[in-house]
C-alpha cells in the first residue's frame, strides 16, 4: 500500500465531515484522488482584462480597477448591490445577490482592487456576479505572479470551503506531502522516445505551473499515460477474446452469395463497400471471432453489406441475427431484405414485441431446428427463449442505441459456448477515431466512406419562424411534383408534456394548411401504440401520405427514397449528430432534395454556430468532430455510454496523436510481455491493475 491511498480524511484541513462531500461530490476517496483531481483551466494573474475589451465570452477574466457609485436595490431576499469597477479603459459592474450586508462595509473608495470572475451580460453592460475582490497588491503580485488553477466544484462543496481556492489549498498540502511517493511507471524507453517528463514532475506542474511550457509537458505526460492504460485495457481483452474464443470459419463462397450476386444484386458496389466486404470476407474465414463495427454515413448502403455477410455465412450452413433498434425500422429491414432475396431459397422472419403468440411459437420452433436462417428484429430477439440452432453471425444495426449488454446477449447465443457467433455491428454516427479507439478498442472499425453514385448533395437552409409560409410554399411545390415531406418536433424527455403540445399544435396547423382530400398528413409520435404507429408510418411509406409530421422516432434507418424534404422544428434544440441523421433521411433517391432547419429568431451562439455548421458541410465525420468538440463525448453517444468517457485530462476531441502515441506502445508492450509479467513491466502492471479496479468496464463483450 502506498501513501496515496490513504482516506482523504486525514489529509491535513479535510477531516470526515469534508471528507464525504468530496467523496459525493467529486469521487475523491483518497490522497491519489486529489492528485488526479485536475485544474479545468488556469488564469494567468499576471494579465489584466481592459474593462472595455471583455466579452460575455470569456471564461473567467481578472480587471484591476477602483470602485465607483454602488447602488443597492430592493429588499432582502430580493435584494441586489450594483457597484461600478472603473479601469483607465472603462468600467463593468460587480454584482451581488447575497451577503451584501457584510459586504458593503469592507468596501472602500480610493482603493485599488483586482476583481476576479466570470463575465456576463445584462443591460448593455459587462458584469461579474459575486467576484472574487482582493485588494491589489505590487509586491505580492510580483511574487506570485503565476498561471493560478482553477478547479471546478460544487455549491455544497464551495460552501465548506472547499471552491476552487480551497481546492487549491488541498493541493498544496498534498503535493509537499507525497510529493516524494510518487513513483515513476513508464519504462525508460517511453520516457526518452516521448520526451516526457518524469511523473512527479508532472503532477507538481499540472496544479501549480511554473511555466506555460512546463505545464503543456505536465498535461501531454498525463494524458498519454491516461490514454495509456485505457488501451492497455481495451487491447488486453481483445488479444484475451481472440485467444479464449474460437471462430466459426466460414471458408466457402456458395450458391446463394454467388446466385444474389450475378441476379440479385441490384446496383453496382461502390468501392468501399467492395473493400468492407473484402475485410469481412477475411474476418469470417481467418479463425478467430470477428468483432467489427461498420461505419457508414447514413445512406450509404450498409445494408447490402450486411445482407451479403449474411449470404456467406448462411452459405456455411450458419444462421443469421439482425437486430434493429425499434419495429419500424426491423420491418423496413425485413421487407428490404426479403426483396433483395426474391427468388433465393432464404428463409427470412421477423421478430418483435408485436408478433403474435402462435406465430411466434412457430417461429421459434423453426429457428431452433435451423428451419430458420435470417431472423429480423428487435430487443425481443434477445430473450431467452430465442434459441438458434448455430447462430453464426449477429449484426446490429444502428450500434449506438444499445448497450453493452445487449451485444453480450447475442454473444451469448451461440450454441457452442467457446465459439460466440461473428458480429457485425453498424453505426450511421460516424465516431471520430479517437473515440471509436476509447469507446470500441476492442472492435476492428470499417468505414464505407463513399456514397453511391448519383446522389445530389442535399441542400440545407436555415430558416426563422418569420419564413415559415415560404416553407409552407415550398413544400406544396415538392408535393405536386410528387414527393414526400418529413416534418420533424423535438421530443425532450423533461419537458414532454410541452413537447408533446407543439408537436399536436403543428400537426394541426399543417393539417389546416394541407387539407384533406387534396393532402394526407401522417402523425407518428413516442405515444401511440405500436399498431397505430405502424399503421401511420406504413401509409407515409407506402406513398399514400404526403406528409409526415413526427418526433424524433424517425431519426434511425427509416428509407423513402421518394421522400425529398426534411424539415425540423425547433432545430436549435438537437444535437449536431442527431440533426444529421435526421437529415440523412432524404437524399436518397435521385432527385435534389431539402433540409430546412426552423428556429426561433434568437438563438445562443452554440445554436448558432450548430446551423451554421450544417448548412456548410454534409460530410458526417466533419460534423461528428464539431458535434464532440461543441458538446463533449457523453452526450454524442447518448446516455448509454456516457461515464465511460470520463476522462481525468485526456481530451477526446483534442488530443487524437497523443492517443495513437499511447496505443502503439501499449500495443507494442502487450505484444513482447502480454501478462505485463516482466520486471521492468512491474510499475505497469501495479497501477494497470489499480486503474482496472477504478474504472468502468471498457470492454463491450464479456
Ligand atoms: P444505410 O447505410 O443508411 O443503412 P442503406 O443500406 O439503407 O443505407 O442504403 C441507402 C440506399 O442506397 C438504399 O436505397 C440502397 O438500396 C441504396 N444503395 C446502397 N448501395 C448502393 C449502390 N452501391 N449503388 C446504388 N444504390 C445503393
Ligand atoms: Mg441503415
Redesign the pocket.
Known sequence: MSLLDTSIEFLKGVGPKRAELLNKELGIFNYRGLLEYYPFRYVDKTQYHKSNAISPEDALIQVKGKLGKIQISGRPPKQRMVAEFIDDSGSIDLVWFKGIRFIKPTLKPDTEYVAFGRPNFFNGRINIAHPDLAEFNAEEEMLNAKLQPIYSTTEKLSGRGMNSKGIERLQKTLLVDVFKEIQEILPADQIEKWHLISRRKSFKEVHFPESPELLQKARWRLKYEEFFFIQLQVLRTQMANKAKFKGFVFDLIGDKFNTFFKHNL?????GA?KRVLKEIRFDLRSGTQMNRLLQ?????????VALMSALMAIDNGFQVALLAPTSILSYQHFE?LQELLVGLPVRIKLLTGNTKTKERRELLRDLAEGELEILVGTHALLEDRVVFKNLGLAII?EQHRFGVAQRSRLWAKSAEPTSPPHMLV?T?TPIPRTLAMTLYGDLDVSV?DEL???RKAIKTIHKTDAGRLAVFGSMRKEIAKGRQVYLVYPLINESEQLDYKDLMDGYESIARAFPNPEYQVAIVHGKMKPADKDYEMERFVSGQAQILVATTVIEV?V?V?NASVMIIESAERFGLSQLHQLR?RVG?GAEQSFCILMTGNKLSNEGKKRMEIMVRTNDGFEIAEEDLRLRGPGDLMGTQQSGLLDLKIADLAKDNQILVAAREEALQVLNNDPNLAKPEHSQINLQFRRFLKERPNWSRIS
Open positions: 441490384p446496383f453496382e458496389l461502390t463497400q457508414g454515413d447514413v445512406g450509404s448502403g450498409k445494408t447490402i428490404g444495426d453498424m450511421a464505407i453511391p453514385p448519383g434507418g428509407n427514397p440523412g436518397r
